[in-house]
């Protein structure tokens, strides 16, 4: 693998498909997808935080999403938590890959903003509802929050906010 290996993902869904990241010290990475996570924080199937839990089960987007593609959405996370099922996905872009190749590492937690239609936020979002403060929400990928073109755009927000 000499570079990043993505699926095009579905842009209804806020899975993002197996994928393949090299990284600097050599090493592989391989994402499962993005998965509702017990917790805002919650970089394991074991962290669950039950006020989190109970403000998106009372979040109507949450449901307008998730109860028409319950059977859809139930594949992916099982994808997530469980490796074999995960193999034959990624086996659709490096064939000769076995199960002794892979070994569970760490999870990050990606921030998707959800309309209360049950549709995803395919942008950033700023808001200013606070004085003296310029919120950047919906930043899901790593990447994008490295752009410098979106770090323009961040200044050009910040300048008119606060009338630089």
Not at 82 to 87: A, G, S
């Amino acid at each position: 693998v000499n570079g990043n290996i993505y699926p095009v993902p579905n842009p209804d869904f806020p899975f993002l498909g197996v994928h393949f990241t090299p990284r600097m010290d050599g090493a592989i990475w391989v994402g499962p997808n993005a998965v509702l996570a017990g917790s805002r924080e919650g970089y394991s199937w074991r962290d669950v935080d039950k006020r989190d839990m109970a403000e998106m089960a009372s979040f109507r987007g949450l449901w307008k999403l998730a109860v028409p593609n319950l059977s859809y959405g139930l594949k992916e996370m099982a994808k997530s938590a469980l490796m074999p099922l995960q193999l034959s996905d990624l086996q659709r872009f490096i064939p000769q890959l076995k199960m002794s190749d892979l070994v569970r590492g760490s999870a990050g937690v990606r921030a998707q903003a959800m309309a209360p239609d049950g549709s995803l936020v395919d942008d950033f979002q700023f808001d200013e509802s606070c004085h003296g403060m310029l919120h950047v929400r919906n930043a899901p990928s790593p990447a994008a929050t490295s752009s410098l073109a979106i770090a323009d755009l961040i200044v050009e927000q910040a300048a008119k906010h606060f009338k630089l």
